[in-house]
């Protein structure tokens, strides 16, 4: 399966795509509200989320599929967990910030075996929602050496999209009895 591991990310990632015209990206994209600035934290990604809705192929990711996974980017990698905290995928990354909207190069590190080690690029950004939620959106290619020109998928593109919501860290607290 040709970027398995990208894909298992996607399918791990992100379900159904959130409408255009009710999200906006921080890269000025006609995704939505407004976007999200907060000057006290680093331009980064790194954090806990839950996957809002996830298509491939410009088909949407069954909810079921995808409702229980967390996913965890650090500063250079990116890790989907289950519900039991089993890593179903994993890849390094690096992430150019000037581009608009920011370019992402990943390479597959776990997941399905025939994945590992294969590579995708494409587009990350955050923005908030109409209700001011805070979003990340990242859509990839599973091949070829070209990044998406937009935050969509079509039949046959070999695209993925995911929309990502932050969450606090699930694992704080896992070990005080008193929660």
Do not use: W
Not at 74 to 87: F, G, K, P, R, S
Not at 139 to 162: V, W
């Amino acid at each position: 399966m040709r970027m398995i591991s990208i894909s298992s990310l996607a399918v791990a990632l992100l379900v159904a795509l959130c409408p255009a015209s009710s999200t906006r990206a921080d890269d000025g994209q006609a995704l939505g509200d407004k976007p999200v600035q907060d000057p006290s934290s680093p331009k980064t990604y790194a954090g806990f989320y839950k996957i809002v809705s996830a298509e491939r192929d410009g088909d949407p990711i069954p909810q079921e599929r995808i409702a229980s996974h967390v996913v965890r980017i650090t500063q250079d990698m990116i890790v989907v967990l289950d519900a039991e905290e089993n890593e179903l995928y994993s890849c390094t990354y690096t992430l150019d910030l000037d581009a608009r909207p920011h370019r992402i190069d990943m390479k597959s590190t776990g997941g399905p075996s025939d994945a590992v080690g294969q590579t995708s690029r494409g587009i990350m950004t955050r923005g908030t929602n109409e209700n001011d939620e805070p979003f990340v959106m990242l859509c990839y290619n599973l091949i070829g050496d070209e990044y998406p020109e937009e935050f969509r998928t079509r039949a046959q593109s070999e695209t993925n999209l995911f929309v990502l919501h932050p969450i606090p860290d699930p694992t704080e607290g896992k070990d005080d009895p008193s929660r």
